[in-house]
């Protein structure tokens, strides 16, 4: 019956997005699963989003002791819960949807509770970014662009897609949703081994067999969803409550083809920047680069202001454009008087830190000016932006050497790579003669600095090998009787 019920739910769905108002001007694209709030084809019972969620479940509760450590931890911060489920009510609707498309257990759409609090803006200390927690690496291997301009791991849609799809992959690897979470937790490869490794002394292979092997956080992981869910099936046994979440899409899409700013995106949208962002954290500029691919999501009732703002409005949407730097070292202070602008504006914008200046290749956000105003900046450009920085040492680095006995101006200088003239006037010498012992201040190139103090390495000898010599004994030496001494 829940299975008919959702059935019947999409199919509104697709009547719904074919009708003229999903083709307005404005490319407004409402999400797939968009029924009426007041839709009857939708049972009381999943009026609310917690209750379709407790009706999914479908992973086997795990009996551990630290489940009881875990949901002691959580139900001593009603606080955290609750702002936590706050947040989780903009996404738990998607989440939902596409984890009933794949047929998947759906307690795993608490896993981001475990993972992020449900903050799409998250970065751990292994530089795991968004709502899932994918580092560089894997969000690569399912397809999350990231670049100095967007992070597609902080993508609502884009993470949850591949956080579902590498879930279904575990599952498809072990044949078990606890040790499928483990493994998203430690690592495929880790579970496997631990796994080979008692099957191989006759021992059981479940989690809680297999957790003795495992890092703490590993042991601990799949408890504290437990816990959560625990909490979720029966908040009021805990003394808690759950924030309502209607049945019903928080956002739709909306495709963008022009460059915008941020703070233009949710002043027409009459949001707040903030508001904006947590649907939308996957641009990590100022600025969201736009062609036939972008989308930004928006609540349904902000996404008609947004249209109907967007039409009245007579000013430039975007403010900035890009510059990509060709010299070897470029000093922010050199772009920033390029541009009109103050190398301050320059640094905030683009995280820049003090003291830094940027290498070749690297591509920054400058401001607009007459010359480039109605530029968007190319897609292919925002798609492999990268900024890398070094410090702004001097280029010259001041040494002291001293005079030997053979040293000559001319020897001195052409072993630093200065010139004669040069070491005369830092010294201010008239003369061209040199004292042994003589200190000398010389200003000299980091890079000849860097070659000097390089190890240097053996050559290989072109040479034909020698030719064996067998040793002889050598001859018996004299020996001298010693001489008495009085």
Excluded at 399 to 424: C, E, F, M, P, W
């Amino acid at each position: 019956m829940h299975l008919l019920k959702a059935t019947a739910a999409r199919l509104f769905v697709v009547l719904l997005a074919s009708s003229p108002l999903a083709s307005h001007a404005g490319d407004i694209s409402l999400n797939y699963n968009d029924p009426d709030e007041t839709n009857p084809l939708l049972g009381i019972e999943e009026i609310d989003v917690w209750a379709r969620i407790r009706n999914g479940f479908g992973i086997p509760d795990l009996e551990n002791p630290l489940v009881a450590n875990q949901l002691a931890w959580y139900t001593a911060r009603p606080d955290y819960i609750q702002r936590t489920t706050t947040r989780a009510s903009r996404y738990l609707f998607h989440v939902l949807e596409e984890l009933e498309k794949r047929n998947m257990p759906t307690e795993l759409a608490l896993l981001p509770f475990i993972e992020s609090a449900f903050n799409p803006q998250a970065l751990s200390s292994a530089k795991a970014a968004g709502m899932w927690q994918f580092i560089p690496s894997t969000g690569r291997d399912y397809n999350l662009k990231q670049s100095a301009f967007k992070d597609d791991r902080r993508n609502v849609l884009a993470s949850t897609d591949a956080a579902l799809t590498y879930l279904q992959k575990l599952y498809g690897m072990f044949g078990d949703w606890q040790l499928a979470l483990a493994a998203y937790n430690w690592g495929e490869g880790s579970v496997q081994r631990a796994i080979n490794k008692n099957r191989a002394a006759g021992l059981p292979a479940d989690f809680n067999s297999l957790s003795r092997h495992m890092p703490a956080e590993t042991q601990n992981y799949v408890p504290k969803l437990q816990a959560v869910k625990n909490i979720i099936a029966n908040p009021g046994q805990y003394g808690l409550t759950l924030p309502k979440v209607d049945n019903a899409p928080y956002f739709v899409t909306i495709g963008k083809t022009r460059d915008i700013d941020i703070k233009v995106a949710a002043q027409l949208a009459e949001l707040s920047v903030d508001e904006f962002k947590a649907l939308n954290p996957q641009f990590t500029k100022p600025v969201i680069i736009g062609n036939s691919e972008t989308q930004i999501l928006l609540p349904k009732s902000n996404a008609e202001k947004f249209k109907e703002n967007m039409s009245k409005w007579g000013h430039a949407l975007s403010s900035w454009t890009s510059h990509k730097v060709t010299n070897a070292r470029e000093k922010i202070e050199n772009i920033a008087k390029r541009f009109n602008t103050t190398p301050q504006v320059i640094r905030e914008i683009n995280n820049i830190p003090p003291k830094m200046v940027l290498k070749q290749g690297s591509t920054i956000l400058v401001p607009k000016n007459g010359m480039n105003a109605e530029t968007d900046i190319a897609p292919e450009v925002a798609d492999n932006a990268t900024m890398v920085v070094m410090p702004d040492v001097p280029e010259r680095r001041r040494i002291y050497v001293k005079v030997g006995k053979r040293d000559t101006l001319a020897s001195i200088a052409n072993r630093y790579k200065v010139s004669t003239n040069q070491i005369k006037a830092w010294n201010h010498l008239k003369h061209d003669k040199l004292s042994a012992g003589q200190r000398l201040e010389l200003q000299v190139p980091n890079k000849v600095m860097a070659v000097r103090r390089a190890p240097q390495r053996p050559q290989a000898s072109r040479k034909a090998p020698a030719k064996k010599v067998v040793a002889r004994k050598p001859a018996a030496k004299a020996v001298k009787k010693p001489v008495k001494r009085r």
